[in-house]
């Protein structure tokens, strides 16, 4: 299956960017419709401002409304597409890597990722359609902006306070529908919020199922049937992340970022970081 990442959506879509990790729809009418089913590699979030939409994810139809908000997770495959002739709408996509700079201190990242698996479309009230369109507008000009020297950075703390208003929202939308966690679901929001307090120590999913009373075997299920990633994938994504942001902002040399995240030493840092991010810790800093 064709895989569809920012890299290849800038090959025929001239959208605002910031390298591969970020790129902005003005209007998504305009973005030219895939033959075929597409397997998304990012987070694709877009408004219904007009007119109405049809897609397929995961092979469950989904219909689309004005003011309706649409989310797509990684590894998530999209297929037949369908716009009306009036169909306006705005949006932005934005790779792994760069989602996680964004909601590294969002709370509750659990609950936030279920809903959005489980309400892939949800709808926004006036004045909070209002609200995501000022945002928008913001991060618009700010992406424009190719001269601004701290240009990433203001992405990342506008795009961290939609993610907040967003939050809020999908935490109402809960307490609604007064809906109850799936035993796999919940096992995974306990998972996710014990690895956001432990994974500087702790880097075992025998310990973290020891934690959750349950077995290894029983926890790789349960957290791979909810996010389709391992337990060892979401423990490296927390890991990874928190050595990229103290090698970019803080004075730390890397055999002190390696105690702190209590490696064995240097060295066995610099393998871990390589096979995962494809570069030395070293190397990233300089770029």
């Not at 390298?19 to 009418?29: G, K, S």
């Not at 998972?191 to 790789?220: D, M």
Request: glycine share 4%; with cysteine.
């Amino acid at each position: 299956m064709i895989e569809t990442d920012i890299a290849r959506i800038k090959e025929y879509y001239k959208g605002d960017s910031i390298d591969n990790d970020l790129i902005i729809f003005r209007e998504f009418a305009d973005l030219p419709l895939p033959t075929g089913p597409r397997r998304i590699r990012g987070i694709m979030v877009g408004l219904c401002l007009k007119g109405k939409a049809q897609y397929s994810l995961d092979t469950e139809e989904h219909m689309i409304s004005p003011n309706d908000i649409i989310v797509i997770s990684n590894g998530q495959v999209v297929e037949n597409y369908m716009f009306s002739r009036d169909f306006s709408g705005i949006g932005l996509m934005m790779s792994v890597d760069f989602l996680h700079e964004i909601i590294k201190d969002v709370h509750d990242l659990s609950s936030i990722f279920i809903f959005s698996r489980n309400h892939p479309v949800f709808r926004l009230d006036a004045k909070e359609v209002a609200t995501l369109n000022s945002y928008f507008n913001i991060v618009c000009e700010k992406m424009a902006d190719k001269s601004h020297h701290f240009r990433r950075d203001v992405m990342r703390s506008l795009l961290m306070t939609m993610t907040f208003d967003l939050s809020n929202v999908m935490y109402h939308t809960q307490i609604t529908e007064d809906k109850r966690q799936t035993r796999a679901e919940a096992i995974f929001t306990e998972f996710i919020r014990s690895v956001e307090k432990n994974f500087k120590e702790e880097r075992r999913v025998g310990w973290y199922a020891e934690q959750l009373c349950i077995t290894p075997k029983y926890l790789s299920e349960s957290v791979k049937q909810v996010s389709k990633r391992t337990p060892n994938e979401w423990i490296d994504n927390f890991v990874t992340l928190e050595t990229r942001v103290l090698l970019k902002n803080s004075m730390l040399s890397i055999k002190e970022i390696a105690q702190q995240l209590h490696f064995p030493s240097q060295s066995f840092l610099g393998k871990y970081f390589k096979e995962r991010v494809g570069m030395s810790p070293s190397e990233y800093r300089k770029n």
